[in-house]
């Protein structure tokens, strides 16, 4: 049986009906078609799926979307000012640190909450802070260097 709840995504207040069981992912994907938000493994251990819930990075594909209620959560489409690119996307375009994209939204996200905790992150700082983000295209340099030039602005 489906359950009534609100959210706020991106800015944009939800009124949805879910089924108890549905991940927040599941919500985000199918419901809201948002699909920036990636499905890898649905355990909690790639990263793909990484969302910010009231600001901090958790994994959706492990939260139930009625967990969330009442709550706020950024996905990658939520990051960019209409056309003005979020400084952690210019960045990761700048450094080529895309390969084949898949890891990309999550981990802009890490990026981004780790930023805004601590703005001036060393390199072991940021390499703590994306560990739960797995890459399998890329060494993680251009990452971490797309991550420090963010860092300086």
């Given amino acids: 049986m489906k359950r009534l709840m609100t959210l706020t995504v991106n800015g944009t207040p939800y009124e949805v009906a879910i089924e108890p069981r549905q991940s927040l992912l599941q919500l985000l994907r199918e419901e809201l078609h948002l699909t920036g938000t990636k499905e890898g493994c649905s355990e909690g251990e790639c990263g793909a799926c990484t969302v910010l819930l009231d600001g901090k990075t958790v994994d ?62 060393t390199e072991l700082e940021i390499r703590q802070g994306i560990s739960g983000n797995l890459c399998r295209c890329t060494g993680y340099v251009k990452i971490v260097e797309a991550i420090q030039a963010a860092a300086r602005g």
């Fill in 60 to 121: 959706s594909c492990l939260i139930f979307a009625l967990e969330v209620q009442g709550r706020e959560v950024m996905t990658i489409e939520g990051l960019a000012q209409g056309d003005q690119l979020h400084p952690v996307q210019k960045a990761f375009a700048e450094y080529g640190a895309v390969q084949c994209g898949f890891c990309t939204p999550g981990m802009i996200l890490a990026a981004k909450a780790l930023l805004d905790s601590n703005p001036h992150p």
